[in-house]
């Protein structure tokens, strides 16, 4: 069973089947393993009720060691795959990878994002993307993005949350912050789909921050008209459309404008799609409750191959 485990273990890790390199897998598990490990003795402390009566490293060892639950991981996320068919490559039951998934998604989820150029240093919020603006002079760029979901049951609280008008589907959607070169510098405000895009951000604080942070500005797509209309110097929006009857150099001069305002925004799509190679955020078919924690997780990790870009 070793030797299976061992090989499972060195066709897993290849960067096919966990999205990053060796090297920066073996910089993630170096990373989480000491949060990992504080958490596990809180669990174990709670669940015992008292302090250890052995030695540390005494009892049953893991049947998934802490490697193998990171890349076990990764593989899930990367493709979704059902956890039984990890179980048969590690041979272990489908109950093993499922808490292995459970317990370390949260720990990528937890890192944040990366800064280009700024080895160490992470985001976690978006007031930290604001103050890195303006203190770097980086001109932000604003989108939402859906994701399809489990449709909830009939008559259960909150159902018509989910259904958004855009897609007509059930979906959440999430907010994605990168800078003039598309990388990933922020994704959070993970709402129901029928929450509007501006709205979700402005949930997270965003007029406060922009009020705090007079030099930030941005570059939104439409679903951001609020935001612009409030702070004109701050937050661009596309430009509203001439009425039909407008005049044809009226028309020309917005026809201009627009795939300007376009040229220069669409970075954060292309940022959109690095996350969306990863199939859970294509359509996710898992328990709507973990969807959240899976969203921050991936885009934390391409954040970190788009900041050495």
């Known amino acids: 069973m070793g030797v299976k485990r061992s090989l499972a273990r060195t066709a897993l890790s ?6 990053i390199s060796r090297r920066r897998l073996g910089e993630l598990i170096a990373e989480s393993a000491g949060p990992w490990m504080a958490r596990e003795e809180s669990r174990l402390g709670e669940r015992r009720g008292h302090e250890r009566l052995r030695a540390e490293g005494g009892g049953p060892d893991h049947q998934l060691v802490f490697t193998d639950r990171v890349i076990a991981t990764l593989v899930i996320l990367r493709f979704q795959l059902p956890h039984a068919v990890l179980a048969v490559f590690y041979g272990v039951d489908r109950s093993t990878v499922t808490r292995a998934v459970h317990e370390i998604r949260p720990l990528p989820a937890a890192r944040g994002f990366a800064v280009p150029g700024e080895t160490g240093l992470r985001l976690h919020t978006m007031a930290d993307v604001f103050a890195h603006a303006s203190a770097k002079g980086v001109e ?25 008008g ?10 994605v912050i990168t800078d003039e070169a598309g990388r990933t510098l922020w994704a959070g405000a993970v709402r129901p789909g029928r929450m509007h895009d501006q709205t979700a951000v402005k949930t997270e604080g965003i007029q406060d921050l922009l009020e705090q942070y007079p030099q930030v500005k941005a570059k939104a797509d439409a679903g951001y008209r609020g935001p612009a209309k409030l702070f004109p110097d701050q937050v661009q929006a596309p430009p509203l459309k001439p009425k039909k009857d407008a005049p044809p150099q009226d028309t020309a001069a917005w026809e201009k404008a627009r ?35 899976t969203h921050l997780a991936i885009a934390g990790l391409v954040s970190d191959h788009a900041a050495m870009r």
Request: charged residues 35%.
């Open 166 to 175: 855009k897609m007509r589907q059930n979906t959440k959607k999430a907010t």
């Open 14 to 19: 290849h960067r096919i089947c966990t999205g």
């Open 140 to 164: 932000l760029r604003l989108d939402g993005t859906e994701v399809r979901v489990r449709r909830p049951k009939a008559d259960r609280p909150g159902r018509r949350a989910f259904g958004t």
């Open 259 to 293: 795939k300007q305002q376009s040229s220069e925004w669409i970075c954060v799509e292309h940022a959109n799609a690095e996350h969306k190679q990863w199939r859970p955020l294509q359509r996710w078919i898992g328990r709507r409750e973990y969807y959240d924690e």
